[in-house]
């Protein structure tokens, strides 16, 4: 199984900030990764495909970067809206995984 | 806009079967390409795959999950059903579905996200 890592799994940061956020695989999925942001009680939302598009609707500030094994998702510039979790994901090969989460919070 | 829904018991005792069913509208699993997963969540932890069935019927499980999982469709309903064997209390959290399809990606077509998901069905296990 293909594993993901992300890290930092918790994140302090402040309104404005540029933070980001990386998820690296246990072997190579070319750019077959995704992000989502999950915030509490709700559904993930899809926010990037295949590494570095970003899904109709989302917001500009948010992109994405990497492939083979390492991958980042940047927020350029955070805003009230963006705290919440991050996860990646791979569509590589099956089967699927999820990384463990990056939780955004206020500092 | 595609919408998803899950439904099925919120409570199932251990060593039971859980019935999860995703209705779903604004997209069919008769279209080419077209499939749904379900994903689950254990409170306050990270997000898990358990499977995912095809327009064509292709079926892909977890492999640690899969000798607890069927995963079925019916077309004619627009429902996929998920079924897990042997409830176990760390069984517990949030079951969600979602959608996902074929995007043309470098000259194939290929599933590359979830890009719908379902609001999620909170299922506690426990005597």
């Known amino acids: 199984d293909i594993q993901l890592t992300q890290s930092p799994s918790f994140l302090s940061a402040s309104v404005g900030d540029r933070v980001t956020i990386t998820c690296r695989a246990s072997?190579?999925?070319?750019?077959?990764l995704a992000w989502y942001q999950q915030k509490p009680g709700k559904a993930p939302k899809l926010l990037i495909y295949?590494?570095?598009t970003l899904q109709s609707g989302v917001p500009s500030g948010f992109s994405g970067s990497g492939s083979g094994t390492e991958f980042t998702l940047t927020i350029s510039s955070l805003q009230p809206e963006d705290f919440a979790t991050y996860y990646c994901?791979?569509?590589?090969?099956?089967?699927?995984?999820f990384g463990g989460g990056t939780k955004v919070e206020i500092k | 806009q595609i919408t998803l829904k899950e439904s099925g018991p919120t409570l199932v005792k251990p060593t039971q079967t859980l019935t999860l069913t995703c209705t779903f509208s604004?997209?069919?699993?008769?279209?080419?390409?077209?499939?749904v997963g379900w994903i689950r969540q254990p409170p306050g932890k990270a997000l898990e795959w358990l499977a995912l069935?095809?327009?064509?019927?292709?079926?892909r499980y977890s492999p640690s999950l899969k000798s607890r999982l069927t995963i079925t469709k019916d077309t004619s309903k627009n429902q996929v059903v998920l079924t897990m064997s042997n409830m176990d209390p760390v069984d517990s959290g949030t079951y969600y579905c979602?959608?996902?399809?074929?995007?043309?990606?470098?000259?194939?077509?290929?599933?590359?996200?979830?890009?719908?998901w379902g609001q999620g069905i909170l299922v506690t296990v426990s005597s």
């Open positions: 979602a959608h996902t399809a074929q995007r043309s990606i470098w000259g194939d077509r290929r599933c590359t996200d979830f890009d719908y």
């Open positions: 604004e997209f069919s699993l008769r279209t080419t390409g077209v499939g």
């Open positions: 069935i095809f327009w064509n019927d292709d079926k």
């Open positions: 072997q190579g999925i070319s750019s077959f």
């Open positions: 295949t590494a570095s």
């Open positions: 994901q791979h569509f590589n090969s099956y089967p699927l995984t």
